[in-house]
């Protein structure tokens, strides 16, 4: 007999991921680190700032489509992604644009301006934003975090996106590093600000922008909780890179939640998720046909792999039957593959 669940479909808006990094895809697997982290910022020193220093133009390509294929297999239409690749940067939007665009995934890019590299790499990073917003791509401006950029940075990107009608695309307080973030960005901050983290923040922070709620990478590196309820900001729902499935965000989300107040609902959580859709407002007419009895926040709640049967984007169907209806999966696959040997060697070297 078949199971009841795999019988019924409900329909929804397409999910977004309101705070990506599409290069990390191809990081499953990377070599170890030279030595094993024991704070935030040995995480971002030997793990992560490793790896995007060793990323070229062809392999964040191969992650981006590779990532979005992903998240069409989620049910993830649109990614707000957020990109680092001090060695690769002029282009890299256009490479990330065009790897979603290739899969059928809509995507807003930004390139995370950064003083780690000087007062050149700055320059450079806020150049690949200028040049991308200028040729019509959909993007922000992004900016690493507070900690790494001067004062003059943090202006000049606020400047730029002021300029290009658009919103910054910052970490705020991830780690107690960036603590003293809120002082230094409060007078720049627009509502349209994607405040990605929030861990550190104050309760009375008084930054304006929308904070986007990372639970499982929060948790995986160990940076604490951020308490979303405590905040007066709209709540969205990011995956910092770990994957684009934003209804398993939504689930721990909830648990997160509830292991602090037991008052938190689904209800509340759920609200989190949908507001992607308010900050990608086409999302709302993609379609995803899910093989689940319910959505119902409480049901969902409870409720593991629920999977799409067919997503359709702009009018499009990229999704069906468990593989995509616009481009050879195996292909893909294979390239991010060798993407990635490419991308291991790098980091050993």
């Keep these: 007999m078949a199971d009841v669940a795999t019988t019924r479909t409900v329909t929804s808006p397409g999910l977004v991921c309101a705070h990506h990094h599409l290069y990390s895809t191809l990081a499953r697997g990377m070599p170890a680190p030279p030595q094993s982290p024991q704070r935030f910022e040995d995480i971002l020193k030997f793990v992560w700032w490793r790896l995007?220093?060793?990323?070229d133009l062809d392999i964040i390509r191969d992650s981006a489509?590779?990532?979005?294929?992903e998240a069409l297999a989620r049910g993830c239409t649109t990614i707000i992604d957020h990109h680092e690749s001090p060695n690769a940067i002029e282009g890299s939007l256009d490479a990330i644009a065009a790897g979603c665009a290739e899969v059928g995934v809509r995507v807003i890019c930004s390139y995370g301006v950064t003083d780690r590299h000087g007062a050149e790499g700055a320059e450079r990073g806020l150049d690949e934003n200028r040049r991308f917003l200028a040729s019509g791509g959909r993007g922000m401006v992004g900016v690493h975090a507070a900690f790494t950029c001067s004062d003059d940075t943090l202006q000049a990107a606020a400047d730029l996106a002021t300029e290009f009608d658009v919103g910054v695309h910052i970490h705020v307080a991830e780690g107690t590093v960036?603590?003293?973030?809120?002082?230094?960005?409060?007078?720049?901050?627009?509502?349209?600000?994607?405040l990605v983290h929030g861990v550190h923040l104050q309760d009375d922070h008084?930054?304006?922008?929308?904070?986007?709620?990372?639970?499982?990478?929060?948790?995986?590196?160990?940076v604490g909780y951020a308490h979303p309820r405590r905040f007066e900001n709209s709540i969205a729902l990011g995956t910092d890179g770990i994957g684009a499935d934003m209804l398993e965000e939504f689930r721990l989300a909830y648990a997160a939640a509830r292991h602090t107040d037991v008052a938190s609902t689904p209800d509340e959580i759920w609200k989190w998720l949908e507001h992607g859709n308010s900050l990608v407002p086409d999302?709302?007419?993609?379609?995803?046909?899910?093989?689940?009895?319910?959505?119902?926040?409480?049901?969902?709640?409870?409720?593991?792999?629920?999977?799409?049967?067919?997503?359709?984007?702009?009018?499009?169907?990229?999704?069906?039957?468990?593989?995509?209806?616009?481009?050879?999966?195996?292909?893909?696959?294979?390239?991010?593959?060798e993407a990635a040997q490419r991308l291991f060697q790098r980091m050993e070297e």
């Excluded at 603590?179 to 600000?193: E, F, G, H, N, Y």
């Excluded at 922008?209 to 948790?219: A, F």
């Excluded at 319910?294 to 990229?318: C, K, M, N």
């Design 52 to 55: 995007d220093t060793a990323l």
């Design 65 to 69: 489509r590779l990532g979005a294929l």
């Design 178 to 194: 960036d603590a003293s973030a809120a002082d230094r960005v409060r007078d720049l901050a627009t509502d349209k600000w994607l």
């Design 206 to 222: 008084g930054l304006a922008g929308t904070i986007v709620h990372n639970p499982r990478s929060n948790m995986n590196n160990s």
């Design 283 to 337: 999302a709302r007419n993609d379609e995803v046909v899910w093989a689940t009895r319910s959505l119902d926040p409480w049901h969902q709640a409870f409720t593991t792999g629920t999977t799409p049967e067919q997503v359709t984007v702009d009018g499009r169907v990229v999704w069906a039957n468990g593989r995509s209806t616009v481009v050879d999966e195996d292909e893909i696959i294979a390239k991010a593959a």
